[in-house]
């Protein structure tokens, strides 16, 4: 039987380690950090987590809960993030996960061996073989600076930080003039936040956003999407969100900001219940994108100029893969061709799961894909040749290419419930009965990509 290795024990990782264990499949899971829960254990000793200590969750919990495994019933419904990360430990307990991780063990290279495997090396200096490989490391860590570089920003005198290192609205913030870039999530947080410490906080921006509340109807936004709803035309679903969204706030130009250049649901979504009040209350400025950096003096394309002491650039973050060469992976500007999202067209057995940027969260669609991959690792279900997997690949680039907003932040995007279909179309593709009697008589130990 194959044995695997999943990288990184954040909620995709545990997510492979509790669908491998229960399917009886051998496995070794490596995590840098010391404990689980990656991105949501707030200043985690892997170095890598982007929490701030006011941060709650944006997709519901019913949303981003386990299928297996359901958060307590008395949490609330935008849980904080130290609920997540309790929640994640309970997991990993629940399922007797914990002893099968090996913490504080960096990956630092994943190469092709001999007979298809996969060799693993680790910063203990040890390299063990795999049959496949789980990527799990996360596409929140590497923070994305604006790109080129704004005129001026390099000599620029003021203090400036990517949100990925933003904490606390501590001294740095405390009565300075802050200028916040960029509205998706981060911004938005990050900007409500320093508006109640700053002397001002401005908002600069290169698009407008629609800006979607917590709750809508009384009930949380995400949880008014439904398995139903999302079998019918997206124009019919777009227009009746829109109409209620309308109805609740009315339009982005109401508080001052730019009228988005897309329509809604073409955008990775901007959840704030706070962004438009704290507007109103004239403690956040609405400022166009940036022109240039003069010392501390920031001009907008709109000619104003402000003196900024402090700079939150909320540019994103990049997808990358320090363990593996370009030539097995590339992320340029965040593009990475894979078959679903999750299988490398050109390399059996290497896998990355949570890959994803969903309109919903990532933890049940990590869930599903790992169960999809176990599937393939027993040998149960087949996957495509390469040729048709990469002819998916494109089709889906490029309706994705036409729907979103031209960003290196929509590369990945992924509609829940339909994505979670596919998944599950995928766990019924049966194998040809020849490939399939072929590779038992050879007693191979992992399918190939077959037809
Ligand atoms: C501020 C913020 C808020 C967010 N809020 C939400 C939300 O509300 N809902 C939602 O669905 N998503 C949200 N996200 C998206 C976020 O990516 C997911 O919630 C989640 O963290 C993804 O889990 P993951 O396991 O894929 O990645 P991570 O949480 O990043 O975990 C990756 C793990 O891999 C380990 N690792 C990485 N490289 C190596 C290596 N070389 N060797 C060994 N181990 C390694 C890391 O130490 C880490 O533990 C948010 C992201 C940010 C930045
Ligand atoms: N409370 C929460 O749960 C929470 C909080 C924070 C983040 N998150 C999640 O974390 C992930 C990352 O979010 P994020 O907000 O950090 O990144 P993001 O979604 O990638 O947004 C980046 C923003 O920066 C803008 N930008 C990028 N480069 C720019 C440039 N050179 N000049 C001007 N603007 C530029 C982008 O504009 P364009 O669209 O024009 O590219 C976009 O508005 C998302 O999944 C998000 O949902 C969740």
Same mark, same amino acid.
């Given at each position: 039987?194959?044995?695997?290795?999943?990288?990184?024990?954040? =909620? =995709?990782g545990i997510a492979c380690c509790q669908v491998l264990d229960a399917r009886g499949i051998d496995f070794d899971c490596f995590e840098k950090g010391s404990r689980v829960g990656g991105n949501w254990r707030y200043d985690n000793d892997n170095g890598m987590s982007s929490a701030y200590r006011?941060?709650?969750?944006?997709?519901s919990r019913r949303m981003m809960q386990y299928a297996t495994y359901p958060m307590p019933d008395d949490y609330p419904d935008y849980p904080h993030h130290t609920q997540i990360a309790r929640y994640f430990d309970d997991y990993v307990d629940h399922f007797g996960l914990r002893d099968r991780i090996t913490f504080n063990t960096k990956v630092t290279g994943v190469e092709p061996a001999v007979e298809g495997r996969w060799e693993v090396t680790l910063d203990d200096g040890t390299s063990p073989t795999y049959e496949a490989v789980?990527?799990?490391? !996360?596409?929140?860590? @590497? /923070?994305?600076? /604006?790109?080129?570089?704004?005129? !001026?920003q390099d000599s620029s005198v003021g203090d400036q930080l990517h949100s990925h290192h933003y904490r606390e609205p501590d001294e740095r913030?405390?009565?300075?003039?802050?200028? +916040? +870039? !960029?509205?998706?999530? =981060?911004?938005?947080?990050?900007?409500?936040?320093?508006?109640r410490h700053s002397r001002m906080t401005?908002?600069?921006?290169r698009r407008g956003a629609h800006v979607l509340p917590k709750y809508l109807q009384g009930k949380p936004t995400d949880e008014l999407g439904t398995e139903f709803l999302s079998r019918l035309p997206f124009w019919l679903t777009r227009s009746l969100f829109a109409r209620a969204l309308k109805q609740a706030q009315g339009r982005m130009e109401d508080y001052g900001l730019p009228t988005p250049d897309h329509k809604l649901g073409d955008a990775?979504?901007?959840? =704030?219940?706070?962004?438009?009040?704290?507007?109103g209350h004239g403690r956040i400025r609405v400022k166009p994108t940036i022109e240039r950096i003069d010392g501390k003096s920031v001009r907008f394309a709109d000619e104003s100029s402000v003196d900024i002491d402090t700079i939150v650039w909320c540019t994103g973050y990049r997808i990358s893969f320090p363990f593996l060469s370009p030539d097995i992976v590339a992320a340029i500007d965040n593009r990475i061709a894979l078959y679903r999202r999750v299988v490398h /067209? @050109?390399? /059996?057995?290497?896998?990355?799961?949570?890959?994803?940027q969903p309109l919903g969260a990532i933890m049940p669609i990590a869930e599903l894909q790992s169960e999809w991959i176990a599937d393939v690792l027993e040998g149960k279900v087949a996957l495509p040749k390469p040729d048709e997997m990469k002819r998916v690949i494109e089709r889906e680039d490029r309706r994705m290419r036409k729907r979103y907003v031209a960003s290196k932040r929509h590369t990945i995007q992924v509609d829940y419930y339909p994505y979670m279909r596919v998944l599950r179309r995928e766990r019924k593709r049966t194998r040809g009965i020849r490939r399939a009697l072929a590779e038992r008589s050879h007693e191979l130990r992992l399918p190939t990509p077959t037809g």
């Open positions: 039987m194959a044995k695997v290795c999943v990288i990184g024990a954040g =909620s =995709s006011s941060l709650f969750i944006n997709t789980l990527v799990a490391n !996360g596409h929140h860590w @590497d /923070p994305r600076w /604006p790109e080129p570089p704004f005129p !001026g913030f405390q009565d300075k003039n802050v200028l +916040v +870039v !960029g509205i998706g999530n =981060s911004a938005t947080d990050i900007a409500v936040e320093t508006s401005y908002l600069a921006m990775h979504p901007t959840i =704030s219940s706070d962004l438009l009040p704290r507007i /067209p @050109d390399r /059996p057995g290497l896998y990355f799961i949570g890959l994803v």
